[in-house]
């Protein structure tokens, strides 16, 4: 699964973003690699998706910081 949700992202502990946050950018690199040996339009959405979840994430864990 991809796609995080903010409310689920307000469950996790720190710990549990830190991991998510590394399996999402593992799973983006894999979908970047797909992308360049000419990979399916389905792909494009799951590599749009992950991204926001990236973002999600990384503003969440700022936002905590401050």
Known sequence: ?????SRD???MSDEARESRLLELREDLLQLRAQQ???GSASNLGAYKATRRSIARLLTKMN???E
């Open 1 to 5: 699964m991809t796609h995080v949700k």
């Open 9 to 11: 992202i307000d469950n």
């Open 63 to 65: 936002e905590n910081k």
């Open 36 to 38: 360049a040996l000419g």
